[in-house]
């Protein structure tokens, strides 16, 4: 799904620390993902209005985001605040990043450009958390395929539940590219550390076995 | 006791595993600049005669000459860090620590060659070599992956070792021949650890976040 048609996963939550970036891919749209240190999360175009650097390869400092480059300041709003270049211009409104609405549910970050899209209502018996993301080099049909081998019950679009070791999993899926997919997985919480790596290695195998050339007879331990 | 003298290029990663050692170890040191590129110093006479390997760094202390980035780590911990806390003596950990330096200087080789590739158009294949970075990668996000579920946030034991000092710089630099971090999140949170260690610094192509 593209990031105009709906709203997409990009991230578990907990893997964007307060204060820091990063960047994500969907369907070769670069976006950064960055959380302030009040803790909300912000999802925009990767991409600085100065020299068009990638944003994520900046920093968070308190609400704002610098660029690598020169140190732009840019607020949650997406507007440069600071130039260091110019300390004391006051930063046309114009200098804007485009931002995209971002959402955190079911343990993931979501994000869309759609102004009017919703995200799905999903509710799972309990509350979850990010169990990892495993980006994996197939195509979305392939990674769809090959989780319906293990009875994948979709909920929402590009996302369903999986049970696995008496767990159930939920994924959402995230294309970045026609064969790279990312598999966003969320438990429900406070699984021990012990499951929680079986549960790991689970996906490493599923990420294996969709890796390999044939679909078919595919084991997953 | 510290006669130290290092044989450095800046650019070099291999080299800058051995600054970061010994800007944790919080020793004093001498550089001497060899211009790996475009100068090729690294492989004429004067430092053949130190290494005939021709690979770099090279550390001399006092009379000692050391070539090998494990090598020169290992004599590092065992000479400078008593605590032990580099280099653990408990078997286990100790594997584990040798193992992770192997594995620095054969699976993650090609990352360092896709790197040189990148900057300084040395042989290789491009495209096979980042495939083989990625992988290398994915091992190590998978393993920090496992850590971080027991609430460890370093390679191997409860502290920084120099499993973490020899992993560091190859994905730390990955932009520098285009893989990206967006694959590897436990990654991401590890470098963000490693970077406020005492006696950290950074190189070019690793950012100061001013």
């Not at chain 1, 966003?184 to 499951?195: K, L, N, R, T, Y």
């Not at chain 2, 460890?152 to 560091?168: K, M």
């Amino acid at each position: 799904m593209k990031l105009e048609s709906g709203f997409v996963p990009v991230a578990l939550s907990s893997h964007i620390e307060p204060g820091t970036s990063t960047g994500a891919v969907v369907e070769q749209a670069e976006l950064v993902v960055w959380r302030d240190n009040s803790g909300k999360v912000h999802v925009w175009e990767d991409r600085c209005p100065h020299r068009g650097m990638r944003l994520s390869f900046g920093f968070v400092r308190g609400d704002h985001i610098a660029c690598l480059y020169h140190g732009w300041q840019f607020d949650t709003g997406g507007q440069c605040r600071h130039i260091p270049a110019h300390p004391d211009l006051e930063v046309p409104q114009t200098i804007k990043v485009p931002i995209y609405r971002a959402e955190e549910k079911l343990g993931i970050v979501w994000a869309t450009t759609a102004s009017d899209a919703e995200l799905a209502d999903i509710t799972m018996a309990s509350d979850l958390a990010g169990l990892r993301s495993l980006y994996v080099d197939c195509s979305l049909e392939h990674a769809l395929a090959g989780l319906a081998v293990h009875g994948f019950a979709t909920a929402g679009e590009n996302a369903g539940t999986l049970t696995v070791d008496g767990v159930p999993l939920f994924i959402a899926l995230q294309v970045v590219g026609p064969q790279n997919t990312a598999l966003h997985i969320s438990v429900p919480g406070a699984q021990g550390a012990d499951i929680s790596k079986r549960l790991a290695r689970w996906a490493e195998a599923l990420r294996f076995a969709l890796e390999s050339p044939e679909l078919a007879g595919m084991e997953v331990a | 006791m510290a006669d130290l003298v290092l044989y450095n290029y800046e650019l070099d990663e291999n080299s800058y595993r051995v600054r970061l050692a010994l800007g944790m170890l919080g020793l004093d040191y001498e550089t001497v600049a060899v211009d790996m590129f475009p100068g090729q110093e690294h492989r004429r006479p004067k430092m053949l005669a130190l290494n005939p390997a021709g690979t770099m760094p090279v550390l001399t202390d006092g009379d000692l000459v050391l070539s090998g980035t494990s090598a020169i780590l290992l004599t590092l911990a065992k000479v400078y860090n008593a605590v032990g806390s580099l280099l653990p003596s408990d078997a286990r950990a100790f594997g584990e620590v040798v193992k992770w330096l192997g594995f620095s200087e054969t699976l993650l080789a090609p990352a360092v060659d896709a790197r040189l590739k990148s900057l300084f158009d040395t042989p290789g294949d491009a495209p096979a070599l980042k495939a083989a970075a990625r992988k290398a990668f994915r091992i190590m996000d998978d393993h920090m992956t496992s850590r971080h579920f027991d609430g460890q946030e370093w390679f191997v034991g409860n502290g920084p070792t120099l499993a973490d000092i020899a992993l560091f710089p190859s994905f730390a630099l990955s932009r520098d021949f285009v893989v990206g971090h967006e694959e590897y999140p436990a990654l991401r949170r590890w470098i963000r650890r490693f970077r406020t260690l005492k006696g950290f610094r950074t190189m070019p192509g690793i950012p100061d976040y001013h």
